[in-house]
């Protein structure tokens, strides 16, 4: 990928740039939790995005996408928005770095990824924390890695349309290879768990589906959680995000809020707490655990949160089937993948099994993915 980035770069700029990657993401549990102030446990993984640039002496930035085939030049003031969506990535993060105080100027780049889209995988937040981290250095902004993270996030706010939490930005600029890390999203406390679990591997089951209207519902999602959270912080102050309330706190509200935000509270209470008993459960090497939560947690996405999907499902319940240990939904939902935790004799039953038999219920192959856990961004 590097030489395929600086040949182009060198055709289109006549020299080379410097080099920047960054990483997709896994999850391993906790859902759903980050815009809540609650726990997650992501990792980076070995599917990233790569980026050549250098600084091009104008006021703009020429930006070319190997993977969409498309050239995109644009200007660094709010009025300069492009038209194509990849492009709005680059801007939003040059945006976002320059609200912070940080200097960018014009600069060339041609950029590709191996990220697979819309499998819940994070491709946009390896884009954004790519060049975040690259502006940072390039400019000498010295803007912490927290920072860097919400300029993705910020980015996906504002010039992007989806109200996403710090999860993916964080993930994919604190990855550390082979580590998980679990996050507190209210305090911003981290920790990395080093996780290599003996006899078993992970693997990502993609339906290669992504449904219409993914970032609405999920937006919508999020504000059910919020007006939950507004209606228990009427009895009890303290109450922030969802993440502080008591699932006491969530029956006394019941009759005021609607069915649909009382469950999905209700799902985002229970998720909060599997992260801290898997974390526990990592810690004993207790697997059986682990993959309980994950079954658990699947049945919260798709019964109560609603954002699986009749794929997602089949896959889920295959997996069962097959005594794969743990198995879910994973990332924002509506379509992409399932994480699955697998012991090693089962992997091969289980993986032509799932190829064999979505095909047959859904006229197409899924995609299979070995997990291996990676650095974030970083230059190389
Ligand atoms: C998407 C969002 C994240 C997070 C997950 C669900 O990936 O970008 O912030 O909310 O969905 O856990």
């Known amino acids: 990928m590097k030489e395929r980035i600086q040949t182009k770069f060198q055709t289109l700029f006549g020299c080379e740039g410097d080099i920047y990657a960054s990483a997709g993401r896994i999850n391993l549990i906790g859902e759903h939790t980050d815009y809540n102030g609650g726990f997650v446990f992501p990792g980076a993984i070995d599917k990233g995005i790569m980026a050549a640039i ?11 996408s190997l993977d969409y085939d498309e050239y995109c030049e644009f200007g660094l003031n709010e009025e300069d928005k492009p038209a194509q969506a990849w492009a709005c990535y680059v801007f939003g993060v040059c945006r976002e770095t320059i609200k912070r105080g940080g200097k960018v100027e014009g600069f060339d780049c041609v950029f590709a990824g191996d990220v697979p889209l819309g499998a819940g995988l994070s491709s946009s937040a390896a884009l954004e924390s790519t060049f975040a981290f690259a502006l940072n250095d390039i400019f000498q902004n010295g803007i912490d890695k927290f920072e860097l993270a919400k300029i993705g996030q910020s980015t996906e706010h504002n010039y992007c349309g989806v109200k996403c939490g710090i999860m993916d930005q964080f993930a994919s600029c604190f990855g550390k290879a082979g580590c998980l890390i679990r996050l507190n999203c209210k305090t911003l406390e981290y920790k990395y768990f080093p996780f290599n679990p003996k006899g078993y591997r ?66 985002v209470i229970g998720e909060m707490q ?51 240990t743990g198995s879910r939904v994973m990332g924002g939902g509506f379509g992409g993948c399932t994480i699955n935790l697998v012991k090693d004799e089962l992997y091969e039953p289980f993986i032509s099994a799932a190829k064999e038999q979505f095909e047959a219920e859904f006229g197409h192959a899924p995609k299979v993915y070995d997990v291996v856990i990676s650095d974030g961004a970083r230059k190389l």
């Open 54 to 64: 250098k600084v091009n002496g104008t006021n703009k930035v020429k930006a070319y």
């Open 202 to 267: 992970l693997v990502l089951v993609d339906s290669c589906v992504k449904h219409e209207l993914a970032s609405s519902a999920y937006n919508k999602r999020r504000e059910s959680c919020e007006k939950a959270a507004a209606a228990i912080r009427k009895n009890h102050p303290e109450v922030e995000f969802l993440s502080d309330a008591k699932r006491i706190w969530l029956d006394e509200v019941r009759e005021e809020i609607s069915q649909e935000d009382f469950i999905r509270a209700e799902y």
């Open 274 to 324: 599997r992260v801290l008993d898997v974390c526990d459960a990592l810690e004993r090497d207790d697997y059986e655990t682990v993959g309980e939560m994950m079954y658990q947690t699947h049945f919260g996405m798709s019964k109560l949160y609603e954002v699986s999907c009749e794929e997602l499902d089949f896959l889920n319940k295959l997996a069962r089937k097959y005594d794969v």
